[in-house]
């Protein structure tokens, strides 16, 4: 199925039906219209914004919270309520909550969640809308610097202060064999560029020898590299995007499209992507479809390099965080201390524990299949799962047939506190924060003048300076 690079962005129906009309969850999850509480009117209510609806745990911990009677009761305020989120519902949604929040004091709770794009977020945290929750640690016996990651509080720190914090984090970064790359972590682009030029014929970057393709997976997913909306700055301008944009040129275009039928498995590849959720990724599983096989290798044993996103510092590697949160600056005293009763919930030791792993396997539990929100923030609860890990709680059941036939393991998927190190080391040494997301229309701006560079209607200066410039006139007008 072909699918341009812009359309990958948004879908084109467009769906009518969401605004900003106001919509609350009672106790069972059902939602009302109005925001009027059956509780008495001593109860603090606080309202949580929703682009659309929470997801089941959130709605879970909010009916749980105030079925607690503990005198704050959490309202949540939808703005649509479509299953689809095409980009004019999107930008209709973030104009709605983006006016509520500056012009209305409605809404007490705020996060990623709350905007059809999360960047719209970080805007906000850049203009101080949000209060330090450093200051309902300090007598908090639970939910402390403490108890919670070091790592990962210094690097959602600004200027000193925590206005927010994920409840889980992963990291994102590429994998290569070491007999294709060599061990050394972290490439800058020229390393990987001589990489590929050494490569077998036949070979492929992430499954594709497409430029289209190679962009996607590789600068595409660098982008938050080059955007800061500490400083609403765009460096699309940096050497860096403009050398691994030329490499991507390099390759063979599709007319500026990404077509999913092009990838070729099989072959040598240089690099592929890897989303590190959990301490399960320290062993990596190799599948031979040809002798019917799967191979279990160590990350440890260096068989593997993890290399990130080339760039010239090296720091290409990056964590991400989920269901960020955060308090409304402008609102009072108790109604703050209140939403700190709510907001420190997802970040106790049971609560994260609990969360951390779903079973997606089938309904008579048969087969068992994990899949894994990340890791989490709360120290004691990340030492009980990389307990786990070890003990194979975390090991899920699949078949072991493939067309007929045993499949044939090579190794065993054991794991030992090695491996539980090798991963927490590596994610300590990354000391860059992608931001929640990259803006939507952002994407679709650097999109539009990427396709015209890869299918030769225009060169790759011309592309860089008009990215650059668009790009900084879209982040002036966000800021």
Not at 278 to 291: C, F, Q, R, T, W
Not at 297 to 310: A, F, I, K, M, R
């Amino acid at each position: 199925m072909k699918r341009s690079l812009a359309a990958l962005l948004a879908a084109t129906t467009i769906l009518t039906g969401c605004g900003t009309k106001s919509v609350s969850q009672n106790e069972s999850g059902v939602s009302s219209g109005g925001t009027v509480s059956d509780k008495p009117a001593e109860d603090i209510v606080l309202t949580i914004a929703y682009s659309t609806k929470p997801n089941e745990a959130m709605q879970e911990l909010i009916d749980r919270f105030n079925a607690e009677d503990n005198g704050v009761r959490v309202e949540v305020k939808s703005y649509c309520n479509e299953q689809a989120f095409t980009s004019d519902i999107q930008q209709q949604v973030d104009f709605d909550v983006t006016q509520e929040l500056i012009n209305k004091d409605t809404i007490d709770l705020v996060g990623t969640f709350s905007f059809g794009n999360a960047a719209k977020f970080e805007i906000f945290k850049r203009k101080g809308g949000f209060v330090d929750l450093y200051k309902f640690m300090e007598d908090d016996p639970e939910v402390n610097r403490d108890t919670l990651n070091s790592h990962i509080l210094g690097l959602c720190e600004r200027d000193g202060k925590l206005y927010s914090i994920p409840t889980y984090y992963c990291a994102k970064t590429m994998i290569s064999k070491s007999e294709y790359g060599g061990t050394t972590p972290n490439w800058t682009i020229d390393e990987f560029i001589e990489h590929w030029d050494n490569m077998p014929e036949g070979s492929t970057v992430n499954w594709s020898t497409v430029s289209e393709g190679i962009y996607y997976d590789v600068l595409r997913a660098n982008t938050p590299y080059f955007v800061d909306y500490k400083k609403c700055e765009v460096h699309f301008d940096d050497p860096d995007f403009r050398k691994m944009l030329e490499f991507c040129g390099t390759f063979e275009s599709n007319m500026g499209e990404k077509r999913d039928d092009q990838t070729v498995h099989g072959n040598p590849q240089l690099v592929k992507q890897f989303l590190l959720t959990d301490y399960g990724k320290a062993i990596v599983e190799e599948h031979d479809s040809a002798l019917n096989a799967v191979a279990f290798t160590h990350l440890n044993d260096g068989s593997y390099t993890l290399v990130g996103y080339p760039t010239s510092g090296r720091d290409g590697a990056f964590l991400c965080g989920m269901e960020e949160c955060a308090i409304r600056a402008n609102i009072s005293e108790e109604k703050q201390q209140a939403a700190w009763k709510f907001l420190r919930e997802f970040y106790r030791e049971d609560y994260q524990f609990e969360h951390y792993a779903r079973n997606n396997g089938s309904p008579d539990g048969n087969i068992v299949q994990f899949e894994f929100k990340g890791f989490p923030i709360n120290n004691a609860a990340r030492k009980r799962i990389a307990e786990g890990t070890i003990n194979g709680d975390y090991l899920s059941t699949e078949s072991q047939t493939a067309n007929g036939r045993e499949i044939t393991l090579i190794g065993k998927r054991e794991y030992d506190q090695a491996d539980i190190d090798f991963i927490d080391e590596y994610m300590d040494s990354i000391d860059r924060w992608e931001c929640s997301a990259i803006d939507s229309e952002l994407f679709k701006i650097i999109e539009e003048e990427v396709g015209a560079y890869l299918h030769g209607e225009q060169d790759v200066d011309t592309a860089v300076d008009h990215i650059q410039s668009r790009g900084s006139i879209w982040i002036s007008e966000q800021a």
